[in-house]
């Protein structure tokens, strides 16, 4: 079993700034790739961003130059750092992992997790 546990969800102003954590934990023998998505109220769940273990990132386009994201390899942490944060950011936000786990049998099984979702709320 594979966990996501996620933090830094609230209120904050137009313009203001968080930072979004997650954490994994369980039986992990690598982590491809880890990212954040959000769902808006009435809408479909979206990429915000994402990062490899080899450090390439994706963003979406409405978050480039505002959002950052960041990984710690070795404590299968990742972050994403928000600033310039605007009312249509407004989501829960949740973070996912996809990667390997090595079985009883030694043999290599993919996994996708996802976190239980932290709510931002952007207004004044």
């Known amino acids: 079993q594979v966990q996501l546990v996620e933090s830094g969800g609230g209120l904050v102003q137009p313009g203001g700034s968080l930072r979004l954590s997650c954490a994994a934990s369980g039986s992990i023998f ?21 990062m490899y273990s080899g450090g390439s990132t994706n963003y979406a386009d409405s978050v480039k130059g505002r959002f950052n994201i960041s990984r710690d390899n070795a404590k299968n942490t990742v972050s994403l750092q928000m600033n310039s944060l605007k009312p249509e950011d407004t989501a829960v936000y949740y973070c996912n992992a996809g990667g390997y786990q090595l079985t009883l049998k030694s043999e290599y099984r993919y996994f996708e997790v996802w976190g239980q979702g ?6 004044s």
């Open 30 to 50: 690598s982590i491809n790739v880890m990212g954040w998505y959000r769902q808006a109220p009435g809408k479909q769940r979206e990429l915000v961003a994402d």
């Open 118 to 123: 932290t709510l931002v709320t952007v207004s």
